[in-house]
C-alpha cells in the first residue's frame, strides 16, 4: 500500500463516489491545479535536490492530484510544458502544464502544478454530462490550503443543458484522510480487507503517468 492520503480526504471520497454511483452521468473532463510556496527544506540537499522528481512535479502537490486523476484509469495520452524559469535548479522545474486523455474514452483532464504562484492552491474539478464535482481548499495540518469546500451542481435530469438548477456545498473542517489511510491499512492487514485507495497497481499507473510526463514534455 502506498500513501496517497489526500484520496482519503471526505471531500475527494464525496466525489468519487457521486461519479461512481452515475448519478450525474459520464465525466466529461477534469482540471486541477496546486501551489506551494518555495521551503528551504526543498532546496539542494549535499549538491543534489533532495527530493525526486516525482514528489517535486512543480510544487509536490502534483503527484497528489495526479494520483486523483489517476482514479480513472485510462489516461493513456499525454503532452506537457514543462518550465524552469525561475528556480534555475536543475532537475526540478517550477511549472508544469500536463494535458492527459483516455483514447478509450474521450476523457480528458489537465493539471497546472507551480513553484510560482507564490501562494499555497488546490483546487479539482470533475464536469460531468449532468452536472459538476468543484473542490476549492484542502484541510491540513497547516492549514495553508484554506478551508476545504465541495461545491455539487446538479441538473435535473430532464434537463442536461448546461444549466445548473441545484447546488449544494459542503464544508469539511476536519482532515481526517491520515485517520483513514492507516485504519485501511491496518484493515487489510487484520481483517484481510481489500486496498481500496493506494494500492500497489495505483502507485504503478501514477508512476507511469508522471514518466510519460517528463517523456513527452515540449
Given at each position: ?39 528551504s527544506h526543498f532546496s539542494k540537499h549535499g549538491g543534489r535536490p533532495k527530493t525526486c522528481r516525482w514528489r517535486y512535479l512543480a510544487g509536490s502537490g502534483n ?137 500497489s497497481q495505483d502507485a504503478s499507473c501514477l508512476m507511469n503517468l508522471i514518466d510519460q510526463t517528463y517523456d513527452r514534455k515540449c
Open positions: 500500500m502506498y500513501g496517497f492520503n489526500h484520496r482519503h480526504h471526505e471531500s475527494i471520497k464525496k466525489m468519487k463516489s457521486i461519479v461512481d454511483s452515475g448519478e450525474l452521468g459520464k465525466i466529461l473532463w477534469m482540471r486541477g491545479a496546486t501551489a506551494k510556496k518555495w521551503m503527484s497528489h492530484v495526479g494520483s486523483i486523476s489517476a482514479l480513472r484509469r485510462g489516461l493513456d495520452e499525454v503532452s506537457a510544458f514543462i518550465s524552469n524559469h525561475f528556480w534555475k535548479i536543475d532537475g526540478i522545474e517550477d511549472n508544469v502544464f500536463a494535458i492527459y486523455r483516455s483514447s478509450e474514452t474521450g476523457i480528458s483532464a489537465s493539471l497546472h502544478s507551480t513553484m510560482t504562484q507564490w501562494r499555497y492552491l488546490f483546487s479539482l474539478e470533475v464536469f460531468l454530462e449532468g452536472g459538476a464535482l468543484i473542490l476549492n481548499g484542502l484541510k491540513t495540518s497547516s492549514g495553508a490550503y484554506g478551508d476545504e469546500i465541495l461545491s455539487i451542481k446538479r441538473n435535473p435530469s430532464h434537463l442536461m443543458d448546461g444549466r445548473f438548477e441545484e447546488e449544494e456545498t459542503l464544508t469539511y473542517k476536519v482532515d481526517s484522510s491520515w485517520e483513514s489511510e492507516v485504519l485501511h491499512f491496518f484493515n487489510a492487514i487484520e481483517k484481510k480487507g481489500k486496498i481500496i485507495f493506494g494500492s
